[in-house]
Structure formats: C-alpha cells, structure tokens
C-alpha cells in the first residue's frame, strides 16, 4: 500500500492547528484587552488569522479525503480533520472540542490504515 504525502502534511496542519487553536484564546483576549487600554483595532486580525488556518485546514483535509478515497487509505481521519477545523472555523468558542477532534484526527490521518473493504495486491 502507497503512503500519500498529502495525508502527512494534513497531519502536520492539524497538529499546527492544534497548537493554534490552543494559544488562540489567549491571543485574542490579549489583543482585545490592549485593544481598550491603546483604542487600537488588533483583535479582528488576530482572530481572522485563526480563522483563515481552521478553513485551510478544512480545504487541505477535503483534499486528502478525495486523494485517500481513491487510494484506498482510512478516510476517518480526514473526516475528523474536517469536522474538527470546522468546528474552530465556525467559532473560537469551540476551540476545546476542536483540539481533541484534530488530535484524533492527526493518528487516524498519520497512519494511513488501508481501507476495510481495499484489495490488497
């Protein structure tokens, strides 16, 4: 069985992410916070940025969906790397659920298991 490169870096993403999506809290109350003591505007850039990973992660994570479906690899991990970027994409709120969906979601993508119903050759 071929192992997909795509798989791994979408693996690497989501473990970025995971670090993201774990400092991203901390980021943005930061920002807002300097935001009331300097009347900056800082907060909207932070947190888009946080929001533009979560939706590549999204894109990267179809993509290697489509590109294991016709390799025969495991799609679960892909699946939850979808699920858990979107999870964060739709709102920061989610950031906790999001972190242990992508964590899964690293070692199901990571190991690239081939499919139950693959051939083997």
Request: charged residues 5%; proline residues 2%.
């Amino acid at each position: 069985m071929m192992k997909l490169k795509i798989s791994m870096w979408t693996g690497i993403l989501d473990i970025v992410n995971c670090v993201l999506f774990a400092v991203s809290w901390f980021v943005i109350f930061g920002t807002a916070f300097s935001d009331a003591t300097t009347g900056g505007n800082a907060t909207g850039g932070a947190s888009a940025f946080f929001y533009i990973m979560a939706w590549v992660g999204v894109v990267l994570n179809i993509v290697a969906l489509v590109k294991s479906k016709k390799a025969n690899i495991s799609i679960v991990g892909p699946i939850l790397g979808i699920i858990g970027s979107a999870l964060f994409g739709v709102t920061a709120a989610l950031a906790f659920p999001a972190l242990v969906v992508l964590i899964i979601a690293t070692v199901f993508t990571m190991l690239q298991h081939p499919a139950k119903n693959a051939v083997t050759k």
